[in-house]
């Protein structure tokens, strides 16, 4: 059975706090989560250990970090690299998120190095793909994001393609309050479970979540989350928000 997540994406948001706030609140949330339903917080690097320290004793709920780098270690100022968060046990890693790609310019051959050297150090990946809305509108959004997962995760192992998370996130629908709809998200999903079978086969492709991203609300979570290829959501916005990220963590059941 694969996991269905509920991922919030802090972003560059929050002071320290304001981030204290949220967590607090995440910390006494009343969320239904088990080991097959679980919630993914990826804050700011600043704010991971006090992040990890405040969601301790909450059951299910992990600490992700936002992106890292290439490299291990070494003369590269300002950067982040895995040896630091595996050191922090945080246990996975956003690689790729469509803002990093446009404004960082990071390539699918960098984030194919990002996916490597976060699997040497045990990090899970959560691997993000999606379209801009000139490619949507030339309807060869599919061969697009076929391209995204060759270039960065097809050259992975059977068992490491296992430790990946797939977040979809239309360009289109980030930050806009334009989400895809449920339809157009399985279609998608379903292409790239298509995609991940036709390469590592259908019981490997049945095991890895594909999580949707891209305006998920509290009031639009569970028509998204319902369909069967769609195993949970990346969210930005609306995790800055305690109660509305509880409506959204438990719309996964
Ligand atoms: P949004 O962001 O929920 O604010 O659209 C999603 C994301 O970029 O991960």
Redesign the pocket.
Known sequence: MRKKIAAA?WKMNCTLSQAEDLLNKLATAQVNLTTDKISIIAVPFPYLLLAKEKLASKANVFVAAQNCYTKKSGAYTGEVSVEMLQSMQIPYVIIG?SERREYFYETNQVLADKVNIALEHQLQPIFCCGEALSIREADTQNSFVEKQLKDSLFHLTNEQILSVVIAY?PIW???TGKTATSQQAQEMHKHIRNVLAEKYGNEIAQQISILY????KGNNAVEIFSQPDVDGG?????SLNADEFSIIMNALN
């Open positions: 994406n998120h996130e629908a980030i930050g991203g891209g305006s998920v990346l969210v930005g916005g609306a």
